[in-house]
């Protein structure tokens, strides 16, 4: 066995934990995805906006996913794209 070669596997596990740490992006009739299932991820946390961007961190709460098997946290970015309107 090589271990310096990723199986395929390993490397999806690798690629989806990273979107889901760089952040996905939110919507506000869909909310946040998933990475790896595309279900929807469960708000446990929400900042406050910052500037044009406020960022939330959620939990996939679908038990065949490994994110969720996992815990890792699956951060979104929210952008107001509406801008100069006071
Ligand atoms: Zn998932």
């Excluded at 989806?16 to 708000?43: L, T, W």
Aim: glycine share 6%; charged share 30%.
């Amino acid at each position: 066995m090589r271990r310096e070669k990723l199986t395929r596997a390993t490397a999806m596990i690798v690629l989806k934990k990273q979107e889901a740490e760089n952040g996905v992006d939110f919507s506000q009739r869909h909310g946040a995805r998933c990475p790896a299932c595309k279900s929807k991820a469960r708000i446990y946390s929400t900042k406050p906006w910052e500037g044009s961007t406020r960022t939330r961190y959620h939990h996939c709460e679908n038990g065949a996913c490994f994110l969720c098997a996992m815990r890792v946290t699956i951060k979104s970015i929210e952008v107001d794209t509406i801008e100069g309107e006071k």
